[in-house]
């Protein structure tokens, strides 16, 4: 039997084997199992110390008798039973952080190709047309607010670093500071958004965030801005959106995520020249279950000098 057990699952398309294999690569002192059917789980799961999925279900987690930890393979843990979890004394970690790199690149990106019109580029590619156009403007000397700075969001401001811009980061707890050159809180959403040229939704959707931006907030931002979501669509105000971007009151608006999602076909946003659609493919990385393998790592050597499975990265309580 094996010490750490890999439910067979994928995330973004990436196989569970291949988190079983970087596993393997990284605790070459614990034995890893994938297992690769209903019925290997079943008989695999009562042995395991560490169990690695994207969910548990109360009839696997019954059989985990030497469970002490479960690998969440999700950043979000809102689906799993936490207090199923508890009863039987397990740890429970999240995948927080490992979408950063590549969700922060694709903020970046769409910053880059607005700003500089690669779009218009790319149109006239098409029509083999040699006729010249003008940029958007320039990100150096630009201010860009960044709502929310966890693992992404810092991300986001990390990248934003060598690009010569200020930054303003707005949090739930303002009081602990940040990454940016400014913070501020939720309530001073506002304040946070004069003079700014981007703003990049970077926040989880909770109650306190759900329709976060509304027709107020938008305008508050100034009309040459851009703003980009790569949160949860339900943050921002669809409806305050769209009117923002016809009346021309934002100038540009790029989405990974909508409300609603998926986006129905004859939505206005599919067609407002000003706003950029992508189907909340962000968070797609090759290397998401490497990552995921590097946390689960990080924890068991902690787990091998602490004798304790209390404290570890990402710990959901």
């Known amino acids: 039997m094996a010490d750490i057990v890999v439910l067979n699952h994928s995330v973004h398309g990436v196989p569970a084997a291949e988190c079983a294999d970087a596993l393997r690569e990284r605790v070459d002192d614990r034995s890893v199992a994938l297992a690769e059917s209903a019925a290997a789980e079943r008989e695999l799961v009562p042995e395991a110390e560490v169990i690695v999925g994207s969910d548990l279900d109360a009839d696997l987690l019954a059989l985990a008798d030497d469970l002490r930890l479960f690998a969440c393979t999700s950043a979000g843990t809102d689906r799993l039973d936490m207090d199923a979890f508890r009863e039987r004394g397990v740890a429970v970690t999240s995948a927080s952080g490992v979408h950063g790199p590549n969700i922060a690149e694709h903020v970046i990106g769409w910053i880059l190709l607005i700003t500089r019109r690669l779009d218009e580029g790319l149109r006239r590619q098409e029509r083999a047309e040699w006729r010249h156009f003008q940029a958007f403007g320039e990100l150096q000397g630009s201010r860009v607010c960044v709502v929310g700075l966890g693992a992404i969001g810092t991300a986001v401001v990390e990248r934003l670093e060598g690009f010569g811009v200020e930054t303003v980061g707005v949090r739930y707890t303002p009081e602990k500071g940040g990454p ?23 926040c989880p959707l909770t109650e306190t965030t759900r329709g976060l931006i509304g027709g107020d907030e938008l305008a508050a931002v100034p009309v040459d801005a851009v703003l980009v979501n790569i949160a949860r669509g339900p943050v921002v105000d669809t409806d305050a959106l769209v009117t923002a971007l016809r009346k021309n009151d934002l100038h540009a608006a790029a989405l990974d995520v909508t409300d609603p999602e998926p986006l129905p076909a004859d939505h206005p946003l599919w067609s407002l020249g000003n706003a950029y659609v992508t189907s909340h493919v962000s968070g797609y990385t090759p290397r998401y279950l490497e990552r995921v393998a590097d946390i689960l790592a990080r924890n068991l050597d902690r787990v091998d000098e602490t004798g304790s499975y209390a404290d570890l990265e990402n710990r959901v309580d």
Do not use: H, N, Q, S
Not at 180 to 202: H, I, N, Q, S
């Open 180 to 202: 940016t050159d400014e913070v501020y809180g939720f309530d001073e959403l506002l304040e946070a958004f004069v003079g700014v040229d981007y703003v990049v939704v970077a």
